[in-house]
């Protein structure tokens, strides 16, 4: 037969998540403190609170997958901060491209030419001038320091005699040396006569092209020649010619007007504002937010950005154009232009950094911020102004940060979370084994986070259909703080509530539960006059909360 055995036994059971904020608990009260928490007329059972954690914002921050949004600032204040992936223009170097050229120099005798020149007789002449080259397409080039590449001189001549010739490019220097060579050719008795080619690699050398300081894009020579009669006529046909060719160029720096000669791409940009991540409903008004657009230009050319279409979209699908007078920074509605500053001729390998900050003062940063903004999207386009004495270097390049920060200032109207917890630590139900009585939740709060909470416990099943609830007043379940003129909670509260529930109606939760809900509506609260206050939240502002589960019941014992 079956034997009952009569006295009465509680069982404790952790409960190692509960807490709107979502956040886990797990540490136990020490049995010594048992005496600060009173259970409400629970006869015939004994218990232990199982939960004494105190959590404060800054263990809040801790706790997340991704606190790097989340500032301390030097008072304790914190400070939403999303950052957009930096954006990186290509460097100058993929931008502007060196091109391939091939030119000559074609040299006839001074007038007036000889019909002759005797055997072994010598003429001398210096020849100078210049030769335009177009080594960057839409670049006026005044010079450039080649970190590599080659150039090819090569010498003919087609006179009938022997010539000695150097040719000097004055102002292709490296070392500060200039570039000279000297070609020999003797005459065979052919036609013309060609020198062995000279090859240079231009690496370290400086090329001038403004051919005095007169020009762009020129190059000056000078060819000093001595010819060796050999007898033969002259003619006034008969030619010394030069060819030069560049190849494979890259530049370590350039000089010019360089503005036209390229682009640079279209940045889509999108900055996630992930606060409103789990909002259910509600608004959140931020006093103080601000954007920032900063940008690191070391091309040496006048630079703006072009922006289109900068907006924030709100977790309810709404777009709001953002209109501003910043330094350095104009738009309407969300189009419109940044000044870019650049660092100057003298300036070359640095870089200048501009900084435009938009606010209150000087856009419509909070109607476009409020309430529950999701994410800031923008279109910009760099572009390159013009300008005297532009230059880059191979790395010169365009950085563009967007951050949008929003301190934790302003009001909260109704603002509501949600999220799940599992049920595995509560009380087990009723079985062949143990019939239970009642369960009583005790719940202690001590808070001093400065707002007002509604909150409630719902147990759902594996589709999300509410079974039952928690809590029997949720607006008392945590009670808010004394709050200053300022919005700083300056007196915590405490508030303990008892929850008893019969154990016919946990074991009707329990046999279809599958997790329990957490619902909390947050708001600030009221001034005497009934305006809304706005808030501040500190690292040191913290919700203690303890629980206990009583579970009582009778045990069912088989004596065989």
């Known amino acids: ?161 022997s010539v000695v010739v150097t040719i000097s490019i004055p102002n292709l220097k490296k070392n500060n040396l200039p570039y000279q060579h000297t070609f020999t050719t ?21 090329l001038d092209l403004t051919n005095g300081g007169i020009t762009t894009n020129t190059i000056g020579y000078t060819v000093s020649f001595k010819i060796t009669g050999s007898g033969q006529s002259v003619s006034s046909t008969d030619k010394l010619d030069f060819k030069l060719s560049f190849a494979n160029l890259k530049f370590k720096n350039m000089i010019g007007n360089l503005a036209s000669s390229a682009s640079l791409e279209t940045y889509v940009g999108n900055t996630g504002i992930r606060i409103f991540d789990n909002t259910i409903e509600g608004n959140v008004f931020f006093e103080r937010a601000t954007v920032t657009i900063k940008s690191e230009n070391s091309f040496g050319i006048p630079m703006r950005i072009n922006i289109a279409d900068m907006k924030v979209r709100t977790t309810d699908n709404r777009s709001i154009l953002l209109t501003t007078t910043a330094q350095n920074l104009v738009l309407s509605n969300g189009n419109g232009v940044a000044t870019i500053s650049s660092p100057s001729i003298s300036e070359i390998g640095t870089s200048k950094i501009t900084t435009s900050v938009i606010d209150a003062s000087n856009s419509n940063i909070k109607t476009v911020i409020n309430p529950a903004p999701n994410e800031l999207d923008y279109l910009f386009t760099p572009q390159f102004t013009g300008g005297s004495d532009q230059f880059v270097t191979d790395q010169s390049k365009l950085e563009v940060t967007v951050r949008v920060d929003i301190p934790i200032f302003g009001i909260l109207e109704k603002y509501t979370l949600g999220d799940t917890l599992g049920i595995d630590k509560f009380p087990k139900r009723s079985d062949d084994n143990f019939v239970l009585d009642s369960v009583q939740f005790v719940f202690k709060t001590t808070n001093s986070l400065p707002v007002d909470t509604y909150t409630q416990l719902y147990f759902v099943d594996a589709q999300n259909k509410i079974i039952d609830s928690l809590l029997t007043n949720p607006n008392e379940f945590i009670k808010r703080p004394v709050i200053n003129s300022a919005g700083k909670a300056i007196q915590a ?21 599958d997790k329990l809900y957490i619902f909390s509506r947050i708001l600030t609260s009221k001034d005497d006059k009934g305006v809304q206050q706005n808030i501040q939240l500190f690292s040191y502002n913290k919700l203690r909360i303890e629980i206990c589960a009583f579970a009582s019941g009778k045990a069912i014992i088989d004596p065989k």
């Open 493 to 513: 509260t405490e508030q303990t509530t008892y929850v008893r529930m019969a154990g016919s109606r946990y074991d009707k939760i329990m046999g279809s539960a």
């Open 186 to 206: 003797s005459f065979n008795g052919g036609s013309s006569t060609i020198a062995p080619p000279n090859n240079i690699d231009l690496n370290g050398y400086n």
């Open 1 to 161: 037969m079956i034997f009952k055995y009569v006295p009465s036994k509680a069982f404790i059971y952790c409960l190692e998540t509960l807490l709107f904020t979502s956040v886990l608990l797990s540490s136990c009260i020490k049995k010594e403190k048992f005496d600060t928490i009173e259970v409400d007329d629970l006869k015939q059972g004994w218990g232990l609170p199982i939960i004494d954690s105190e959590l404060s914002l800054k263990d809040i921050v801790g706790a997340l997958e991704d606190p790097e949004g989340i500032i301390e600032n030097k008072d304790s204040s914190y400070t939403f901060s999303y950052q957009d992936s930096l954006f990186v223009s290509k460097t100058a170097e993929e931008l502007f491209k060196l091109k391939d050229e091939n030119t000559s120099i074609s040299l006839v005798l001074p007038s007036p030419v000889p019909p002759s020149i005797p055997a072994g007789q010598e003429v001398n002449n210096t020849i100078t001038g210049s030769i335009p080259v177009n080594l960057a397409d839409g670049a006026q080039l005044k010079s450039i320091l080649f970190k590599s590449g080659q150039m090819t001189s090569v010498f003919s001549s087609s006179l009938r005699h």
